[in-house]
Each structure stands twice: as structure tokens, then as C-alpha cells.
């Protein structure tokens, strides 16, 4: 993501401020009243033709913009009384909805020139009464893209957005206004920009809303894809709210979870909700994006981690002891070795080792046994004479990959007598 920069217009000064950026909201507006799309003849979509340029100065017309279809307006003049500009007269209706519920205005643009000062030579612009809310744009030298809040007549208190690293391509650029603060709010590709945005007074109080070049003493080349005024009442999107999960994995290693930590709709309508991936999911970690959907299709997402683990110990099948009895009982250490089946349906491998010893005789004091390797011992062939035999008791442990454990045990015995 490219910071963006301001330049607060006091003079000649400049006025650099930070900007915090946040996800648009997905709004979706219950009339689309004007729009422009592609390159269509802005006269056969309703807009009306306001052409006073001086000696064809400003040419106009469909474009394919590298697959990308628009309509241009290139203004060479830097004659002000030179324009060319598509104007729609909203109604009193329209004004009223969009002041009482909410207005949007959005435009998919591509500057055409660099170096390129904003003022009207490019520009969209919704006019009630004296109320303006104007967006005019320009070009820095390596082309990013400049959008300015404000007018030329009024840049003292005009704000300038220097959209730094995104270059000179399409961008989508949405102007909305909220009734409860009658301020708008600007968002360019999705990325809020600037907040509470008040709009400025015009001596003029012709309700209109016009894109293309305007009077202007410099020239500009813009590309309109899409030109559009939307008014509510609003629909707000649906809220995702994702927690990530740790569970348990069943008998084919995975398991199913939900990552939904209480969407909702702060409209109170029903919503769909739909996970990528949408599981079950494997032992490990895998990232989940939660897309929730209003019956108007308005969307918000949200991302949460879901971690399956492995938490069935391994089984061992079989553990015996080699050999499983000493004979003499000559005091001496005898080697012995212990035989183990384990497996594991999750996480292999599977290792087992000799954890523990015991003798149902008390041992001597140099000690009876000696664990010499995970599954290899040494044992002290000896017994009481008084007694019924010795029986070691041997326990092994058998891990797998996950860390889960299973114990079993096996034995050797000093007999009291050679057939017993």
C-alpha cells in the first residue's frame, strides 16, 4: 500500500499532514441516477453535450485503453472560456433523497498527462444549490495521480491528495456523503483518504452534476471508464468478525471449524457467510478469509487462522521383552532388548523409549538395571532365595510427531527356580 500526501493550500506554502488509511465501506445505494460507462456516447446515456471550446481546442471520443474501455476529454486550451463538459440536472427529488439518506459519487479515471496541476481541465462535480463537492485532478512529474477537494476559484481552501507510487493507470476514486455529518468522505481503490470533507460554496446555484473539462487555464487529458452518481437510502454493509480456532483433528487427521467470531448486519438483514478455504482442515495451521453477504449483495471480509492438531496418542500394537527371562541367577548384568509396534494415523514418525524400571524385590545398593539405549537395558540376573522370583517390570513411551504419548509394559523375569 503507497502512502498518500496532502498539501494544505495556504499561499505558497505546503502543508504536509498524515492521512490514516482504512478499508472503504461497501456501501451499496438503492438508485444509480447518472452514470456514464466505457466508451459510450455520453449523449446516447442522457448527458448533455456543454461544448463552448475556442477552435476545437478540446477533442473528445472513445478510447481502448489497453483493454480498458473510456471516453477521453483532451483539453489543450489554456483559454478559461474554452470547455467541455457532460452535465446531468439532478431533480429537487434526487437532492432530497441524497441530502436526507446519503449520496455517492464514484469515477474510475486515468490522467493522462504528467506534470499536470489540478483544477477543471479534469474533473467530476455534484453542485446542490451553492453546496459543491468537487474532485479535480492532476499529475506529479513521474505521474502520479493529484486529486483535489476544492476548486480553482477556491484552492486557498482547497485540499490537494498526492497518491505517491500508484502511476498514471485507471484508479477508482469515490466521493460519500453522510447525512449525519453532511460531510463526505473520499476513498481512492478502496482506501479511505481523507474524512469529513465539507464541500465548498459557489456564487452559482444551478443543481448540476458534470465531469469532462471545465473552464480552465491549463490544458488536461483525462479518461473516464465509469462516471456515476448514486443517492440512499443506504444500504450498510454486514460486519465480519473473524476469531481464529484451535481444534481437535478427528480419525482422517482434519477437522471442521468456523471462523465466525458474531458477523452480523447493522441493518438487521440476514446474511450469508462463506469461508476459503471451506475445510475440513488439515493438521497444521491454514488461513481462512470469512466473506459475509447482505441480501444486496453488499460484502465485508474479515481473515482468522484455523490450527487442527494432532491430539490422539500413537498405538502400540505390541512390546515384549528379548529375552523375557535370566537365567542363572548369578548377579551378573544381562543385556536385554525391548521389542515395540507402534503406530500413528496423523503424525508419524512414531519413537519409543524406555521411560522406566521396576523390580518387585528390593534392589541392591550398586543398582539392578542400566537403560543403555531408547529401547536397550541391562538387567542384574539375581533373586532372593526366600522368595517366589524376581520380575522386572519394564515401561516403554511411544511419541509421535505431535508430542501425544502412549505407555505400555513388558517384563523380565529371574525365576526362583530353572523351570519356574
Request: charged share 15%.
Amino acid at each position: 500500500m503507497f502512502a498518500p500526501r496532502l498539501r494544505s493550500r495556504t499561499g505558497m506554502g505546503i502543508m504536509l499532514f498524515a492521512v490514516a488509511l482504512s478499508s472503504t465501506p461497501n456501501v451499496t445505494f438503492a438508485d444509480v441516477v447518472f452514470q456514464h460507462v466505457g466508451n459510450t456516447l455520453p449523449s446516447s446515456e442522457g448527458w448533455m453535450d456543454n461544448d463552448s471550446e475556442v477552435q476545437g481546442d478540446v477533442i473528445r471520443g472513445p478510447v481502448n485503453d489497453g483493454g480498458i474501455l473510456a471516453w477521453f476529454v483532451n483539453d489543450n486550451s489554456t483559454d478559461l472560456s474554452s470547455s467541455l463538459r457532460y452535465v446531468q440536472i439532478p431533480s429537487s427529488g434526487v437532492i432530497g433523497q441524497g441530502n436526507t439518506h446519503g449520496w455517492r459519487i464514484r469515477a474510475i479515471i486515468r490522467i493522462v498527462n504528467h506534470n499536470d496541476e489540478p483544477d477543471y481541465s479534469v474533473h467530476v462535480t455534484y453542485r446542490t444549490g451553492q453546496q459543491t463537492w468537487g474532485m479535480m485532478f492532476g499529475s506529479e512529474p513521474d505521474g502520479d495521480p493529484i486529486v483535489r477537494l476544492g476548486n480553482s476559484a477556491h484552492a486557498s481552501t482547497g485540499i490537494d491528495l498526492v497518491l505517491q507510487g500508484l502511476g498514471d493507470g485507471y484508479h477508482l476514486y469515490e466521493l460519500v456523503y453522510d447525512p449525519s455529518s453532511q460531510t463526505a468522505d473520499l476513498f481512492v481503490d478502496g482506501v479511505e483518504r481523507v474524512s469529513n470533507f465539507a464541500g465548498y460554496l459557489e456564487l452559482s446555484s444551478a443543481d448540476l452534476f458534470q465531469w469532462g473539462s471545465a473552464s480552465s487555464f491549463t490544458a488536461g487529458h483525462g479518461r473516464y471508464a465509469l462516471v456515476e452518481l448514486a443517492v440512499g437510502p443506504l444500504n450498510r454493509p454486514p460486519v465480519a468478525n473473524c476469531i481464529s480456532r484451535i481444534v481437535a483433528a478427528g480419525a482422517a487427521c482434519s477437522a471442521p471449524a468456523s471462523v465466525d467470531g458474531g458477523s452480523y448486519d447493522p441493518d438487521g438483514d440476514p446474511i450469508t457467510s462463506i469461508q476459503t478455504p471451506p475445510g475440513p482442515y488439515s493438521v497444521g495451521i491454514s488461513l481462512v478469509e470469512l466473506t459475509v453477504t447482505d441480501m444486496d449483495l453488499a460484502s465485508s471480509q474479515c481473515q482468522a487462522s484455523v490450527t487442527v492438531q494432532d491430539q490422539t496418542p500413537p498405538l502400540i500394537s505390541a512390546a515384549k521383552s528379548i529375552p523375557s527371562s535370566l537365567w542363572p541367577p548369578n548377579g551378573k548384568m544381562a543385556p536385554v532388548t525391548i521389542s515395540a509396534t507402534a503406530s500413528d494415523v496423523c503424525s508419524s514418525p512414531v519413537a519409543c523409549r524406555i521411560i522406566a524400571v521396576a523390580s518387585n524385590e528390593p534392589v541392591s545398593a550398586q543398582g539392578d538395571w542400566l537403560i543403555t539405549g531408547n529401547l536397550s537395558l541391562d538387567l542384574r540376573v539375581a533373586r532372593r532365595g526366600d522368595g517366589n522370583g524376581r520380575v522386572y517390570t519394564i515401561t516403554i513411551e511411544c511419541k509421535d510427531g505431535a508430542g501425544n504419548a502412549s505407555t505400555r509394559q513388558t517384563t523380565v523375569s529371574v525365576p526362583h527356580n530353572r523351570g519356574n
